[in-house]
């Protein structure tokens, strides 16, 4: 079986895991310990939801997409049959 990595949370003193293993018999495992991710600070969050919205635009809908389809670095021609 090739490596397969499956998420888990030691609480100190266990390792919980988080999903089924993929196999039910014995087998070596090799546990990496990775360091915990920092929450963000009260601000930074309000200030993550306060960035969505609406898309506000006055332009019609086809006159967006071609300022899209002309900003593209690769150019895909129509397939002609």
């Known amino acids: 079986m090739p490596l397969t990595s499956i998420v888990a949370i030691f609480d100190g ?23 915990p ?5 009260l601000a930074a969050q309000e200030r993550f939801w306060a960035s969505f919205g609406a898309w506000v ?6 006159a967006t997409l071609e300022d ?9 021609e129509p397939l002609s049959l």
């Open 13 to 35: 003193k266990q390792v919980r895991l988080l999903e089924p293993p993929p196999i039910r018999e014995q087998y070596r495992v090799l546990v990496t310990f990775l360091e």
């Open 68 to 76: 899209i389809r002309s900003g593209r670095k690769s150019k895909v």
């Open 37 to 41: 991710e920092p929450m963000p600070s």
């Open 57 to 62: 635009d006055d332009r019609p809908v086809q």
